[in-house]
């Protein structure tokens, strides 16, 4: 695709400076950008690759005040404008028609809604709802009654175990699990284990995305929630009955033990660890590869392990600096007192 600068600054809201005729055919980073490519920057940090950069043109904030040899395209939001832009020239993926594969296997009292696209080796079980547009790729699997939205996206070899519920236009990306077990065990005198039935279900908001390889347990009793607009990395594990609510970011690697409640708005860093029956209030920011064991009040920012208020952790952070400088007093200490004691004069 090939797009005249002047044109795509319009589109992405933005204010150009430079040569409006440029032609420009895709998206880059600002270090690998070519000739005819859009990149951008946001953080000042990246000013000696402005400055370098082969880009024909380069997004940034209306406040950017660094050396570029290329177009500017001035936005409120130089992230925000690029994503815009980057998805004009995304790949389209091959148009999914509506209508049922031939190797699809759709129960007798399933419902499709309008529009529905299900691909090659998809099973929709007794009493699934599939809603109008959406599309199943191939080798979905959509339980005993479950119910998918409008406009959703399943891609291959996603899960959707029986009685869950998801919302419309939710995306759930290749192997995601929706609706497996929870994890539960009685001991037995023995010391074996016997299963305790997880009789609840899973419960997906409006415009959720789900990265590849995650798992959302069903509910021991109840539902596990998942609110609208959550936004869900690769490989996350979320245990039963665990709650999460509107807007929450949880990034890769992340897992939230059981009936645990995670407020609005709130981001779990990647490979943070999240005990059970915990709260986490809204708007807080765990760091990456923080253990948290206790509930975190709305609004703070927690991290390390054991998680702790990231004053605290920098506190900690620039004792742990000094221990080389203190250790070195310490070992003189020690050599004076030593060399005192060998000079005194003990009592005959």
Request: hydrophobic share 40%.
């Amino acid at each position: 695709m090939e797009i005249a600068l002047a044109e795509l600054a319009r589109k992405i809201g933005g204010t150009l400076e430079g040569d409006g005729a440029l032609v420009i055919r895709g998206v880059a980073g600002v270090r690998e950008a070519r000739e005819g490519d859009l990149s951008f920057v946001a953080n000042p940090r990246y000013a000696p690759d402005v400055a370098q950069t082969r880009a024909s043109a380069v997004i940034v904030d209306r406040k950017w005040d660094k050396p570029c040899s290329a177009a500017l395209i001035r936005c409120a939001h130089a992230d925000r404008a690029f994503a815009e832009a980057a998805m004009i020239f995304a790949p389209n993926a091959p148009p999914c028609e509506p209508g049922v594969h031939p190797s699809a296997v759709i129960a007798p009292d399933a419902r499709l809604g309008e529009g529905v696209s299900v691909g090659p080796l998809c099973v929709v079980e007794a009493g699934a709802v599939i809603g109008d547009r959406t599309v199943l790729r191939a080798c979905v699997y959509v339980g005993f009654q479950s119910r998918v939205g409008s406009d959703g996206l399943l891609h291959p070899n996603v899960s959707i175990r029986e009685n869950c519920v998801i919302g419309d236009r939710v995306i759930l990306h290749n192997g995601v699990v929706v609706g497996s077990d929870g994890f539960g065990y009685t001991v037995e005198e023995d010391g074996s284990r016997r299963k305790i039935p997880q009789i609840g279900t899973v419960e997906i908001g409006n415009d959720v995305e789900i990265g590849a390889n995650t798992t959302v347990d069903r509910a021991r009793f109840g539902c596990t929630r998942i609110g609208n607009g959550v936004k869900i990395d690769n490989l996350v594990q979320i245990g039963h009955n665990v709650q999460v609510g509107d807007y929450t970011v949880v990034v890769a690697q992340t897992g939230i033990a059981g009936s645990t409640e995670i407020g609005r708005n709130v981001i779990l860093a990647g490979q943070s660890g999240i005990a059970g029956h915990l709260v986490i209030g809204d708007g807080a920011v765990i760091g990456g590869q923080s253990g948290v064991g206790k509930d975190v009040p709305p609004g703070e920012t927690w991290r390390g392990s054991p998680a702790r208020p990231i004053r605290e952790m920098m506190k900690a952070d620039a004792a742990l600096l000094r221990l080389p400088q203190m250790k070195r007093a310490l070992a003189d200490l020690e050599a004076r007192v030593r060399k005192l004691e060998g000079g005194e004069t003990r009592p005959g």
